[in-house]
């Protein structure tokens, strides 16, 4: 006899049985805060056949609860070799109410050396990590002129030149307020919403990150905004570079962030190492 042909009342108990699981089988949700180093993995989001921190996570998540009944959700993807300081992944935990101390601390010890948790709190159904309203702080860490010792690589960009850096603080103004950031969204289309607004932008020397290998001078590019497309820090960045050597003047600045009608298409996407998210701050 086929399953279809089976009679009414084993349909009954099919169905029954389905609606009692679903009835048990209750998911819970927590907020994770983490920072990683990002020099040795493929960006966050997990690839085929490469190492990214989504995947490095869910490893050690998995192992930890000893099962896969769990998703993650990211408060934002980062590409290769960019890092985090401070940034948040919703955890989606089916059927198990979990003892946030043990896991924390278990989750941390299996972790790798370059990621770390810093918090754990539960949410509800209600929180949604992606349309919450918040604000991300990036920052951009450069040397210049002379080549710097090799351990800074994971966390600066080298440019072996000299730059007007007072020039390119007056740029990193011009981005400040409601634009179109076309020229800043790398591959937009038709259907990509460019408009948006920074909130802050500023070049200065770098009073916040220091070690007895790094140069005596740095300087650090902080950005802040309530969200970013892809690679918009770099293409910031980049152009800002190419003010500081004489290639572009400011009025070339100001005709990117025109509105549609003159859109420029930006190539200078610097390089990732030097840059992280700094923070998340949910309003």
């Not at 805060?33 to 990214?52: A, C, I, M, S």
């Not at 946030?100 to 918090?119: H, K, Q, T, Y």
């Not at 159904?125 to 991300?136: S, T």
Request: glycine share 4%.
């Amino acid at each position: 006899m086929l399953f279809y042909e089976y009679p009414k009342i084993l349909w009954f108990v099919f169905y029954r049985v389905v609606f009692l699981f679903s009835m048990f089988s209750k998911r819970f949700y927590y907020l994770i805060e983490l920072q990683y180093l990002g020099f040795r993995y493929h960006g966050w989001q997990k690839q085929p056949d490469v190492n990214t921190v989504q995947r490095m996570l869910e490893r050690t998540i998995a192992y930890v609860l000893q099962h896969k009944k769990f998703k993650t959700l990211s408060v934002g993807r980062t590409d290769a070799m960019v890092s985090a300081r401070q940034t948040y992944v919703e955890l989606f935990v089916e059927g198990e109410l979990l003892d946030l101390d043990a896991f924390f601390l278990e989750f941390n010890l299996n972790l790798p050396p370059d990621i770390r948790g810093l918090s754990i709190k539960e949410t509800n159904k209600d929180f949604n990590i992606i349309q919450h309203p918040k604000v991300k702080e990036y920052q951009y860490l450069f040397a210049i002129k002379e080549k710097f010792h090799p351990f800074c690589a994971p966390f600066m960009v080298n440019i072996q030149e000299d730059l007007d850096i007072e020039l390119m603080k007056q740029g990193a103004m011009l981005f400040v307020g409601e634009q179109d950031f076309w020229s800043y969204a790398h591959r937009a289309n038709e259907k990509t919403q460019t408009e948006g607004e920074i909130l802050s932008c500023v070049l200065e020397e770098n009073t916040v990150y220091q070690a007895n290998f790094f140069p005596e001078i740095s300087y650090l590019l902080t950005v802040r905004g309530s969200g970013f497309k892809r690679n918009q820090i770099r293409l910031l960045m980049g152009v800002l570079i190419d003010l500081g050597r004489g290639k572009v003047d400011l009025e070339f600045i100001k005709k990117t962030l025109q509105p549609k009608e003159n859109r420029i298409k930006l190539e200078h996407i610097a390089q990732a190492s030097g840059l992280f998210l700094n923070k998340v701050i949910f309003k």
